[in-house]
């Protein structure tokens, strides 16, 4: 049986330095992965690996056993990964609705010529008010995605990431910037609308991490570190050596066991 997601021995050189120095992770589909570290150590440049849009040096990745390195970032999204957050998907002067359902077109874009393309309007509609009631932003369903508040706009760009279907997700930093109240509520839509699909996600925030993370991969100088259960990777003594520290300990204190 393949992996959702598989990276063999990748590496990355940007001129003379190796910014990802050998990588191996394989991911099961459904788990859901928190990839941290400290800055600088190469996360987002493993994400832009990942979603295509930078080559590899060295290595190969595999989505569900095929190879998707070398790929475009569309090409592999239409395989079934899609990323999210870190350059915003958001058409501003488009309602929620018309940005989900633009998001669903464009997925069944590859499958449908014109003439097709109006019979499938009606799906396209259909899934978008789906999308729409899952993310919670039923009510705002004509407001133009500019006058949104921050955590709804997040919450918009999470349906416009799933509404191609993709079985594996990327999320960058989905909490940044928002609340406490605001970071919870978010968690749970996030568990909520990747229920059954794999998830990958950069974040900082510690309590989201424990709280949302089957597995964490510890990203250190361009290595996997750890990769294991929060628990494991709680306990392990050369990441709290390399990285957590007393981080841990807050996290700990701080209620982080809310599975």
């Not at 014109?114 to 369903?141: P, T, V, Y």
């Not at 191609?164 to 940044?176: H, K, N, S």
């Amino acid at each position: 049986m393949s992996f959702a997601l598989e990276l063999k021995d990748v590496r990355k050189n940007f001129g003379k330095t190796e910014i990802i120095r050998g990588v191996n992770l394989a991911v099961n589909a459904g788990e859901r992965v928190a990839v941290i570290g400290p800055n600088g150590a190469g996360k987002s440049t493993l994400f832009n690996l990942i979603s295509g849009r930078f080559g590899l040096s060295s290595g190969e990745i595999l989505l569900r056993g095929q190879r998707i390195d070398g790929k475009k970032p569309f090409e592999i999204n239409r395989m079934g990964l899609s990323r999210s957050f870190q350059i915003t998907n958001i058409f501003p002067k488009l309602s929620v609705f018309e940005n989900l359902r633009c998001s669903v077109l464009w997925s069944l874009g590859y499958k449908y010529t014109f003439l097709k393309f109006l019979s499938g309007l009606k799906d396209a509609n259909e899934r978008a008010e789906e999308l729409m009631e899952m993310i919670g932003l039923e009510k705002k369903r004509d407001t133009l995605a500019m006058n949104l508040t921050y955590a709804e706009q997040r919450a918009l760009e999470i349906g416009i990431t799933i509404a191609g279907g993709a079985e594996v997700i990327l999320l960058d930093e989905p909490t940044a910037g928002m609340s406490k109240s605001e970071t919870s509520r978010f968690i749970s839509l996030i568990r909520k609308v990747t229920e059954g699909k794999t998830l990958l996600t950069v974040e900082h925030d510690m309590g989201v991490v424990f709280g949302l993370a089957d597995k964490i991969a510890v990203v250190v100088y361009g290595e996997v570190l750890a990769f294991d259960t929060p628990e494991a990777v709680r306990a392990n003594a050369r990441v709290q050596e390399a990285y957590l520290g007393s981080v841990v300990a807050e996290a700990q204190t701080a209620g982080a066991g809310g599975h």
